[in-house]
């Protein structure tokens, strides 16, 4: 069985950056498509960004584009969320998860079978 485990969550100023990661264990993860999902208090979880196997393909939500950057070291079986020009209505906890379906980038929280426990990101104004 796989593991994921979400680390670097904190309290950080409107403007300031954060880098939160993903560490992966029980199992090889590097042929699974990886992303970050956020859910804010009384939300829905929301996607925030992807990354392909390799990480040469990405994708984000149109929140988050631009300020944030996902990317991936399969030899450190780890996943990355680097978060630039933060902004109070960032602050969520923040969600690791990995699918083993390609083809195509996906955004529901119901295509990712593997989830860490998350960590928590708040962003005062």
């Known amino acids: 069985q796989g593991q994921l485990v979400e680390s670097g969550g904190g309290l950080v100023q409107a403007g300031g950056s954060l880098r939160v990661s993903c560490a992966a264990s029980?199992?090889?993860?590097?042929?699974?498509?990886m992303a970050w999902f956020r859910q804010a208090p009384a939300k829905e979880r929301e996607f925030v960004a992807a990354t392909n196997w390799n990480g040469v393909s990405t994708k984000y939500s149109d929140s988050v584009m631009g300020r944030f950057t996902i990317s991936r070291d399969n030899a450190k079986n780890t996943v990355y969320l680097q978060m630039n020009r933060l902004k109070p209505e960032d602050t969520a906890v923040y969600y690791c998860a990995a699918t083993p379906l390609s083809g195509r980038f996906y955004t529901k929280p119901a295509d990712y079978s593997y989830w860490g426990q998350g960590t928590q990101v708040t962003v005062s104004s």
């Open positions: 029980g199992r090889t993860f590097s042929t699974y498509a």
